[in-house]
């Protein structure tokens, strides 16, 4: 079959690579429809984080068809359309019946689960797609992939729906959606936003959904920053204006009751503070820059929520614990826990309550994968999501 696979930073490919093969009685193998990137995956693309080697298949955002079932009663049946979460949960561990599905710890295999144990002093769950710290299982940015504990995660989707409508129940829309569940929304509260990619996009829809009075979105992509604007959203330009000061100016002086950091480590900007993470960062001396975080605590009102969806993978300098502690702040963050949401976000969707396609700005031919990539790194501005079709023939001005 065909893939995107991973050669380096910077160096990804479509290759022919051997097709996936039901290994357990849970498994399915799904033919993919439509797969998108993600700002995650621009983290492995930017090698910021470890543990990818040489032709590992990228992709966690997918959805296809069964194909093939790993016994005659599984609880999916061939023919199905499914979307499938990106993180790889049992369904039965301590975590999973807590409904802590990110926190598995059954589906990382132990051999790659030791390294994330030495990193984080527990090990984490698997993810498709998203290096061996991470069970080094193969994506879905491919033709065909094998989806373990298949009883559990992908979601089956009614015949007749676009996938583009379904697609983002894989990752993106879940993630936005506990970053603005984490906020604890009250009636009244202000949410602000750091960044306007996919899942700030989400969190900002998300928020407003949630009851929050007015969100303000944070960015420096005027299209991005139009996206957000157009769902309902206060904006502001992080190269127009510093801030905090506009944060404060808006809110009466108070600060956002919750802030959501949809950033993560590879924060844009010229402050001092990010140069310096760069410098930080170029010589080892610290792995992400959070610059975004930063701005978030500190422009968080006393007493007020935190939510970090943005990714982070390693240790922080110049984190402002003083701010955190004595304001009182409280912090929710994690992968998110994208079995819990799907179905009441799936039902949201049918009954036309919420609709995602607006993000999608390019459709490609998994043929063109590489230059997705390329593009949604370097013009954010006109690249806010890329759905990848495999076999679709689309073809894409070079
Ligand atoms: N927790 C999870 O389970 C989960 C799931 C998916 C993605 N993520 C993470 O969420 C983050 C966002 O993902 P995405 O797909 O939206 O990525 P993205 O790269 O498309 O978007 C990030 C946005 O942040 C903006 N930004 C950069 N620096 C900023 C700053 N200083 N202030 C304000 N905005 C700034 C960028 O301009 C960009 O628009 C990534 O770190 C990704 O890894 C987490
Ligand atoms: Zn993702
Ligand atoms: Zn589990």
């Not at 959904?209 to 157009?230: E, K, M, S, W, Y």
């Not at 792995?287 to 922080?316: C, E, F, N, W």
């Not at 963050?333 to 309550?353: E, N, Y």
Request: charge should be negative.
């Amino acid at each position: 079959m065909r893939a995107l696979t991973w050669q380096g930073k910077h160096d990804v490919r479509v290759e022919t690579v051997p097709d996936p093969e039901i290994l357990n009685p849970r498994d399915v193998i799904i033919r993919i429809t439509s797969t998108a990137i993600c700002g995650s995956d621009l983290h492995l693309y930017d090698h910021t984080i470890p543990g990818m080697k040489d032709g590992d298949i990228l992709g966690h955002e997918f959805m296809g068809e069964v194909v093939e079932t790993g016994s005659s009663d599984h609880k999916l049946k061939v023919g199905e359309r499914v979307v499938v979460p990106f993180v790889i949960a049992c369904g039965g561990c301590f975590f999973c019946k807590k409904q802590q599905f990110a926190a598995c710890d059954n589906s990382n295999p132990a051999e790659t689960a030791d390294a994330s144990e030495i990193a984080y002093g527990y090990p984490m769950a698997a993810a498709f797609g998203y290096s061996h710290l991470t069970g080094g299982y193969a994506g879905g940015q491919a033709e065909y992939a094998r989806v373990p504990f298949a009883d559990v995660g992908p979601i089956v989707v009614p015949d007749g729906i676009d996938d583009d409508k379904v697609l983002f129940l894989s990752d993106i829309l879940p993630t936005g959606w506990m970053a603005a569940v984490n906020c604890d929304i009250e009636p009244g509260d202000t949410v602000a936003v750091w960044g306007c990619g996919p899942v700030g996009l989400f969190a900002v829809q998300s928020a407003l959904l949630l009851g929050a009075h007015r969100v303000i979105a944070i960015d420096h992509h005027p299209r991005r920053l139009q996206l957000a604007r157009n769902l309902g959203a206060e904006i502001i330009d992080f190269e127009q204006v510093q801030v905090r000061e506009a944060l404060a100016e808006m809110t009466g002086g108070i600060g956002p009751d919750a802030c959501i950091d949809a950033v993560g480590m590879e924060s844009h900007g010229f402050t001092p503070d990010n140069l310096l993470d760069h410098v930080k960062v170029k010589t080892f001396m610290a792995t992400d820059r959070v610059h975004a975080l930063r701005q978030v605590i500190l422009a968080t009102r006393k007493g007020g929520r935190v939510s970090i969806p943005g990714v982070y993978g390693g240790v922080a300098d110049k984190f402002p614990i003083g701010a955190l502690m004595e304001k009182g702040l409280t912090i929710k963050s994690g992968q998110t826990h994208v079995q819990k949401f799907m179905p009441q976000l799936l039902q949201m969707i049918l009954d036309d309550k919420l609709d995602t396609t607006f993000l999608i700005s390019h459709r490609l031919d998994l043929e063109d994968a590489a230059l997705g990539y390329k593009n949604f790194k370097e013009k954010q501005n006109e690249y806010t999501k890329v759905v990848l079709k495999p076999g679709s023939g689309i073809q894409t001005r070079h």
